[in-house]
């Protein structure tokens, strides 16, 4: 009887221990689901649409159209009007009222400069806009490939919290049995706890990074969604193509280029306001005039029409100190153009050796690392059942099965962030380009 119990127990322990070693796919089945799924697309989608940071930088775009309106206006005309009377003095009924019209004429060209300026900047607020959409979209990505990562590893660890819970049962009937003892079970419940600890973080972690995530698409703080990626696979471009790229692409480099420009149109707006406007003006004046003619009062009533021009006289200010900054400005702005070269230069090539260094970790995955870890979980847990090895041994070959799992699942979260990192150094979309396979057979990290 005793002999049919132990039988029974080594089979029902056999289940348990080959039960980690079902597929990924099986193990999302058994998980909680969740709402909805969400694609890279679609995340980048939603993240266009409704970011806050977005909307803000469109707002920046409408500024800058609503300054080349009022640079396109031409100076409010200005009414006059004027009444005399001396009736607190001679009070012999003289006096008289004048109307005006005058109108300050621009004839420097300073509305032409002025809404050049505005133009440029236009521009310039244009593909500011496109460098946040740039900087935003590589952020969303990021982590969206977080929430991947940080599911996957919640799929691992719940298995393995319910495979170490297994374990413990299984090893405390063996325990009744006397085929065990109390140091098998203390190193059962020390992988169970000690994996139970991380499965808690890492749900934590995976919590903060869904709400990030929401936060950036403009989403509700807890809307519940599962990421669906695709295979990861390497861009194939060298560094002189990616840096050539960059410098014709980059949004941010395209709108300090433009900075520049609007200096040189600052400056000639600078040099048109040396010139004052001039006003012309219209009058109608009539006055009453009394005249003593032989001891009698003569009235004469008078009444002109005419025109004047007012010209200021630019003898001590001619905008000399406006000229001169305008000038340091637009030297300052081809000083940080340049600087700004050298930045994104040097940000593609970083990108880029990190994205090789990628590559090479992830290569060595697809060499069979995995694969062999694999093997020996199974070979341990053959030698075990024989009775050939002890519960640490087994403890420990899972433990490396689930340090390998882990490492590889960060690994391609890297070469994820690498990529992403380069077409954001670039300042352009790398899926044109010819891909790499970059994963292991049948893995979709």
Do not use: C
């Amino acid at each position: 009887m005793k002999k049919h119990r132990v039988v029974l127990i080594l089979f029902v322990f056999g289940l348990v221990i080959f039960f980690p070693l079902r597929s990924q796919t099986t193990m999302a089945e058994e998980t909680a689901p969740v709402q909805s799924t969400l694609t890279e697309e679609e995340a980048v989608r939603n993240a266009i649409r409704n970011n806050y940071d977005l909307r803000l930088a469109k707002v920046s775009v409408e500024l800058a159209k609503a300054q080349l309106v009022q640079a396109g206006l031409w100076p409010n005309p200005e009414g006059e009007f004027s009444i005399r009377s001396d009736k607190y003095y001679a009070n012999e009924g003289e006096g008289g009222y004048e109307y005006g019209l005058n109108q300050p004429i621009p004839i420097s060209g300073r509305l032409f400069s002025q809404k050049r300026v505005a133009e440029f900047g236009i521009k310039r607020a244009e593909w500011q806009l496109n460098d946040v959409k740039r900087q935003v979209v590589a952020e969303v990505k990021k982590i969206f490939y977080q929430v991947t990562t940080l599911q996957e590893k919640e799929k691992i660890l719940s298995f393995l919290v319910k495979t170490n819970q297994d374990l413990l049962e299984s090893v405390k009937a063996r325990l009744s049995q006397a085929e065990v003892s109390n140091v098998d079970i203390s190193l059962a419940r020390g992988e169970l706890l000690m994996v139970s600890q991380e499965l808690a973080e890492v749900k934590a972690r995976l919590y903060e990074s869904r709400v990030n995530l929401n936060r950036l698409m403009g989403q509700g703080l807890n809307y519940s969604f599962a990421t669906v990626s695709e295979p990861l696979a390497f861009p194939s471009i060298d560094l002189e193509t990616a840096t050539q790229n960059s410098l014709e692409n980059r949004p941010d480099l395209k709108a300090k280029e433009l900075e520049e420009k609007m200096g040189s149109a600052a400056l000639t707006l600078a040099k048109a306001m040396q010139i004052p406007d001039i006003t012309i003006g219209v009058f109608y004046q009539s006055d009453r005039n009394r005249f003593d003619v032989n001891d009698q009062l003569i009235s004469d009533n008078s009444r002109f029409i005419g025109a004047k021009v007012s010209i200021p006289l630019p003898l001590f200010n001619r905008n000399q100190g406006e000229i001169a900054k305008t000038a340091a400005e637009k030297k300052g702005a081809g000083i940080q153009y340049e600087a700004l070269k050298t930045q994104v230069a040097k940000e593609v090539a970083q990108a880029y050796i990190r994205l090789a260094a990628s590559k090479e970790i992830i290569d060595s995955y697809s060499n069979g690392v995995k694969e062999d870890v694999e093997k020996s979980v199974k070979l341990m847990q053959n030698a075990y059942l024989q009775g050939q090895v002890s519960v640490f041994d087994v403890v420990q070959t899972q433990s490396k099965f689930n340090s390998i799992e882990k490492a590889y699942l960060d690994a391609s979260q890297n070469a994820r962030e690498a990529i992403i990192n380069l077409e954001s150094a670039i300042g352009a979309s790398l899926k044109n380009e010819k891909m790499e396979e970059g994963a292991p057979k049948g893995k979709n990290p």
